[in-house]
C-alpha cells in the first residue's frame, strides 16, 4: 500500500518558469490537500479539495492553481515560478474527521 | 485563526515529562496533533472530538478543553525517538460541510540524552 506519493522529490526552477507537482494517493480519500512549509515554519495551505471536480483556495493561494480529475490525483501547477515560492510542499489526503496521510514532501528551490 | 501553541520550544532530558498547549479563539470542533522530525513529512498521532475523551498513544495522551477553547498534549516519561516538532491543527468547517484544518507553527522538542 502506497499511500501518498509526491514527484518529484527534488526540483531547481529557474525565476518565471511553470511545473506541475504530481501527487497521488491509493486510499480512496475524499480530501486531499496542498500545504507548502517553509524552513523552520508551520504548515500552510495552499489549495485543498473534497472530491473529484472540487477544489478550493487554501490560505496561500495566489501563484497556484490545482485540479482534481479523479479520487486518486491532485496535481499543483506553480506558474511563472517567483524566489518566494522556494519552500517544501506537502500533498495529503483524508477522510473527514479522519486523520491526513501526508506525502514525503517536494522540496522546490526556485533561484 | 492559527491556533497559538506554547511553548515554542522545550528541551528535555530522557525521562522527563512535557507538555504542549494550543489553543484557539474560535470554538473548536476537533483538533488534530501531528509530529514531524526533521526533513521528513507529519505524522499523524492523535485527534480529538468534542465532547469526546481524553486520547492516549503510548505515552503520550491529550486533553481537549472545549470551554477554553484549547487542547494539551502530554508526554511523559520522554524517549529520544519524542524528539521532532509537535503540530496542533484546528478545524474550520466551511459552508457545504467540507472541512480544513489550520495549522499552528509548531513546538519543537529536544530530548537528549
Known amino acids: 500500500n502506497a499511500g501518498v506519493t509526491q514527484t518529484p522529490k527534488f526540483r531547481i526552477l529557474k525565476i518565471g518558469q511553470s511545473m506541475t507537482l504530481q501527487c497521488a494517493q491509493d486510499?480512496?480519500?475524499?480530501?486531499m490537500y496542498w500545504y507548502r512549509q517553509d524552513p523552520g515554519m508551520g504548515l500552510k495551505l495552499i489549495y485543498y479539495?473534497?472530491?473529484?471536480?472540487?477544489?478550493d483556495k487554501g490560505e496561500v493561494p495566489n501563484g497556484y492553481n490545482v485540479s482534481r480529475s479523479t479520487t486518486e490525483d491532485f496535481p499543483l501547477r506553480l506558474e511563472l515560478a517567483a524566489p518566494s515560492q522556494t519552500s517544501v510542499y506537502f500533498c495529503a489526503s483524508s477522510y473527514p474527521n479522519q486523520p491526513q496521510h501526508f506525502g514525503d514532501g517536494t522540496r522546490l528551490s526556485i533561484l | 485563526q492559527q491556533p497559538v501553541q506554547s511553548p515554542q520550544a522545550v528541551i528535555l532530558r530522557e525521562g522527563e515529562d512535557a507538555v504542549i498547549n494550543c489553543s484557539s479563539s474560535?470554538?473548536?470542533?476537533?483538533v488534530h496533533w501531528y509530529r514531524q522530525k526533521h526533513g521528513e513529512a507529519p505524522v499523524f498521532l492523535m485527534i480529538?472530538?468534542?465532547?469526546?475523551e481524553q486520547k492516549g498513544h503510548e505515552k503520550i495522551s491529550a486533553s481537549f478543553n472545549e470551554k477554553k477553547q484549547q487542547s494539551s498534549l502530554y508526554l511523559t516519561a520522554s524517549q529520544l525517538s519524542y524528539s521532532g516538532t509537535y503540530f496542533c491543527g484546528t478545524e474550520k468547517t466551511l459552508p457545504g460541510g467540507s472541512e480544513k484544518l489550520v495549522f499552528g507553527k509548531g513546538t519543537k522538542l529536544t530530548v537528549n540524552p
Open positions: 474560535k470554538a473548536l470542533y476537533s
Open positions: 480529538l472530538l468534542k465532547g469526546g
Open positions: 486510499m480512496n480519500h475524499n480530501y
Open positions: 479539495s473534497v472530491g473529484a471536480g472540487i477544489t
